[in-house]
Structures are given as structure tokens and as C-alpha cells.
């Protein structure tokens, strides 16, 4: 019973952060700042809840990426729905390789910006996402149902350009905010990615200190 009990627990505590980065995700970008590149913008952090979904399960970052997408559907421009329905294969991907590989959350044992394992994941996974987006946009670019903006800046600007190169750039800064917030988080309360990057390292401690003794 102790164990059913737990896991039942566990289950709980999954939705309960799910439904609160979920409610996040919806809200930050009607309240954060934006930064306008015309025809495009781009809101501070709007991202940051499904990218702090990744450190717990691919679970929990699948239902925030879905959660918000339906959020979307009933509040904005269809677009704009169907972009944030794109995060899914990012956040997938992802949350999968955090799960599998979490160890490169942490340097030394420690939170760091100065993580280039880290750094060099948020960049693959920056790729996927603005990649995605771009998929998204282009449709709707070709199809003629965007605003007339956008065709007078020309595909390769308003596309490739600011969905692209912006859109990674807007990643980038986006999943560092996260990377921060579940970093210190992860000191008082249990971030499973963190967590388990914790164990592996004092793991390779101890691993390193009986080398040492042998010898």
C-alpha cells in the first residue's frame, strides 16, 4: 500500500505542476513585455514554462504543450495556436533526452550559464523549435493568409529571418530563464532532472574518491 500510496502522490503532484505551467503559459504572454521587429514580436519568457516542463518528465512537458496549445486555440489567431502546437516535438525531444542524459544540467556539480554541454543541448533544441515554427508560418505564408506585411518584407526576411534566426535567438534567452529558475528551484524543492543530475555526480564522487584510496 505504501507504495500505491506514493505513487498516486507522485501522479498528483504531476498535475498539479502541469496545470500551474500550463496556466503560466497562457498568461506570461498576455502580460510580458514585447519586443517588436515588425511584422513580427516576440514575448519576453513566453516559453519558459513549457521549457521548465522539460525538467520534470516528457509527461508533464506534453501535457503543458498541449495544455497551452488549447489555450491558444480559444484566445488567439489559429497561427498562432498551431505554432505553440509545434513546441510538442521540441518539448518531446527534448524532455526525453533530459530523462536519458540529465547529468548535463550540472558542471562540476554545479548550475552554471557556463555549461557548455547545457548550452550546446538549449542550441540543438533552439534549432527544432524555430524550425518548427518556421514549418508552421510557411504554410500559412504560401497558402496567402497572412497579414499583407508580411509579403511586401518578402518570404526570406519575414520567415527565415525573424522566424528563424529570431526565433532561435528568442529560444536561446528563453530556455537560459528557465535554466535559471529551475536551477535555484532545484535547491529547495525536487526538479527530477536536477535531481538525478545531483545523485549521478555524488556517484562519480564516490567513484573517484575509492579510485583514489585504492591506489
Not at 67 to 77: I, M, S
Not at 108 to 121: C, D
Request: hydrophobic fraction near 50%.
Amino acid at each position: 500500500f505504501p507504495t500505491r500510496r506514493s505513487s498516486d502522490l507522485n501522479s498528483v503532484r504531476k498535475l498539479t505542476i502541469s496545470a500551474l505551467l500550463i496556466g503560466m503559459g497562457v498568461i506570461i504572454p498576455m502580460v510580458m513585455p514585447k519586443i517588436m521587429i515588425p511584422p513580427a514580436s516576440f514575448t519576453l519568457a513566453s516559453h519558459v514554462p513549457l521549457f521548465i516542463a522539460m525538467f520534470f518528465t516528457p509527461g508533464v512537458a506534453v501535457a503543458v504543450a498541449l495544455g497551452t496549445t488549447f489555450g491558444f486555440f480559444l484566445t488567439t489567431p489559429v497561427i498562432i495556436a498551431l505554432r505553440a502546437l509545434s513546441h510538442l516535438v521540441f518539448a518531446l525531444i527534448g524532455a526525453w533526452y533530459l530523462q536519458k542524459h540529465p547529468s548535463i544540467v550540472l558542471k562540476n556539480g554545479q548550475f552554471t550559464f557556463a555549461n557548455w554541454r547545457f548550452q550546446g543541448f538549449n542550441f540543438v533544441i533552439g534549432v527544432i523549435h524555430s524550425l518548427a515554427e518556421m514549418l508552421v508560418v510557411s504554410i500559412f505564408y504560401f497558402i496567402g493568409n497572412m497579414p499583407e506585411t508580411y509579403y511586401s518584407q518578402g518570404y526570406f526576411y519575414t520567415v527565415f529571418i525573424l522566424m528563424g534566426i529570431g526565433g532561435l535567438i528568442h529560444s536561446l534567452v528563453d530556455y537560459n530563464i528557465a535554466y535559471f529558475i529551475a536551477g535555484t528551484l532545484s535547491k529547495y524543492f525536487d526538479i527530477p532532472v536536477f535531481t538525478a543530475a545531483k545523485k549521478e555526480n555524488r556517484k562519480e564522487s564516490i567513484q573517484g574518491y575509492a579510485k583514489k584510496t585504492t591506489y
